[in-house]
């Protein structure tokens, strides 16, 4: 069942009752108090689809470059993705203002000064991302979910991958053939739980 009214997750500006709370995230490296609100996704806990992202999908590495968390929500890929690569820029970008918000102070309580959190259409043209994670919106529906895939993962730099989480139920299979056919050669890094854990790489010359 789609959702796509105003006070979805990923509408631009959810009008559903701001109910603040202040959630935690502990992996093995890093412990995040994450301020959440309504209007949100899963503002109750860390999705656990985003957990095993950040368990067991790919490390960024620590080097100056420019990361991208696709659909920022309230910032735990992006803050993780910071705390790992203290060198690397993560670009947290999110259609919903409220998350961006959130994001954003979730990010200087941490004291993450390398998060830049933007709506979509405020990242510069000419940065391209070195590697791309993601929970993304599979909500959104098909179409929309692969023309926003195809504007950010076309934006990658030489050698970059892309680590997405997608429940298998919402149809993790079906996007990595997508993927396959867009040129981007896609694997099953993990499967768990009900999730994929998807592997693309974005540069299939790259090492050639
Ligand atoms: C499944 S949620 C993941 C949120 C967060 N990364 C997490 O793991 O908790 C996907 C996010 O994508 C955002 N989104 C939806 N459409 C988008 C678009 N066109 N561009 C950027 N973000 C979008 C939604 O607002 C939502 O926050």
Redesign the pocket.
């Known amino acids: 069942v789609q959702d796509r009214g105003p006070g979805h997750?990923?509408s631009p500006s959810p009008d559903s009752a701001s109910r603040p709370r202040t959630i935690e995230l502990t992996l093995p490296d890093v412990h995040l108090q994450l301020q959440t609100d309504a209007g949100?996704?899963?503002p109750g806990a860390?999705?656990a689809g985003?957990k095993l992202l950040l368990l067991e999908g790919a490390a960024p590495v620590d080097q100056p470059s420019q990361l991208l968390?696709?659909?920022?929500?309230?910032g735990?890929?992006a803050l993780v993705l910071a705390h790992r690569a203290p060198q690397a820029t993560v670009w947290a970008?999110?259609?919903?203002e409220r998350?961006r918000d959130l994001c954003r102070r979730n990010a200087e309580a941490h004291e993450l000064a390398n998060v830049r959190v933007a709506a979509?259409d405020e990242v510069p043209d000419d940065v391209r991302f070195d590697g791309v994670w993601s929970?993304?919106?599979i909500r959104?529906g098909k179409q929309a979910l692969h023309d926003?895939l195809a504007r950010w993962l076309g934006r990658a730099a030489p050698g970059a991958r892309a680590h997405l989480v997608v429940q298998r139920h919402l149809g993790a299979d079906s996007l990595a053939r997508w993927l396959d056919e867009q040129g981007w050669p896609t694997h099953r890094a993990r499967s768990r739980g009900g999730y994929r854990l998807l592997d693309v790489v974005l540069d299939p010359g790259a090492g050639a």
């Open positions: 997750y990923f949100t996704f899963s860390v999705d985003t968390d696709l659909g920022c929500g309230y735990p890929v970008i999110d259609v919903n998350a979509p929970n993304p919106p959104i926003l």
